[in-house]
């Protein structure tokens, strides 16, 4: 059964710093990772996706990179701004079932 | 990209009462929907497997009898929760699955937040 872990749980930066999130997970026959953003009391926001036979995947600011054999996975967050504060969830596919991470509520303070 | 909305986004009943929530795939066709529940403070738990035209999968300790399930189409599904309770309080999200050349993506809706008085 896969399990998938986020570690910190919550974290509290002021604005600017470069923070990273991790997520690990226990079975490596995965088909991708995503990682989610989710504003309280709101649905999903997909923010990026590695194929498992990615390495890594960005979109300004953010850089999601996949380290299968391992079983780990690190969202980079640069310069972070208020408008970051937010949960932020792992989830790995295997098959086209989805397990998610517990998150890590991201505070970013002015 | 593909679209998935939820209707309705919030719902207060009464105990007692049966909720129907909606899960629709705006632009594609969906090959396999799922539904999550989400407590407060908490992360997605998943509910049940559904494809169109056949049975749901539950998970382990989710009552298939409480939480109907129904997939009529490629674009539509429905969760019931029937005689709701107040510890069926929750955040519902559904997603949709399409299949592509990597493999699957799943698209998720935007939530429906129950709560039973």
């Known amino acids: 059964k896969q399990e998938v872990t986020q570690i910190p749980a919550a974290l509290s930066v002021p604005e600017g710093e470069n923070l990273v999130l991790n997520c690990s997970f226990t079975?490596?026959?995965?088909?991708?990772l995503q990682w989610f953003r989710q504003d309280p009391g709101k649905g999903l926001t997909s923010l990026l996706l590695?194929?498992?036979?990615?390495r890594e995947q960005t979109s300004g600011r953010l850089n999601a990179s996949l380290d299968k054999s391992s079983g780990r996975s690190t969202l980079y967050i640069a310069a972070s701004q208020p408008g970051d504060s937010a949960t932020y969830l792992c989830?790995?596919?295997?098959?086209?079932?989805?397990?998610f991470g517990e998150g890590t509520q991201l505070t970013v303070n002015p | 990209g593909a679209v998935v909305s939820q209707h309705p986004s919030w719902v207060i009943c009464k105990s007692g009462t049966s909720v129907k929530i909606e899960c629709r795939s705006l632009?594609?066709?969906?090959?396999?929907m799922f539904w999550y529940r989400q407590f407060p403070k908490q992360s997605l738990m998943l509910m049940a497997t559904?494809?169109?035209?056949?049975?749901?999968?539950?998970e382990q300790g989710v009552e298939k009898d409480k939480f109907l399930i129904n997939h009529a189409s490629l674009t539509l599904s429905t969760l019931t929760v029937t005689s709701a309770h107040p510890e069926d309080s929750s955040f519902y999200i559904c997603?949709?699955?399409?299949?592509?050349?990597?493999?699957?993506?799943?698209?998720f809706g935007p939530g429906t937040r129950l709560t039973v008085l």
């Open positions: 559904s494809n169109e035209g056949s049975k749901a999968t539950y």
């Open positions: 989830a790995v596919a295997s098959g086209s079932r989805l397990t």
């Open positions: 590695i194929q498992s036979s990615q």
């Open positions: 632009d594609f066709q969906a090959t396999t």
């Open positions: 997603s949709a699955t399409e299949a592509d050349s990597l493999g699957y993506t799943q698209y």
């Open positions: 079975d490596s026959a995965i088909y991708n």
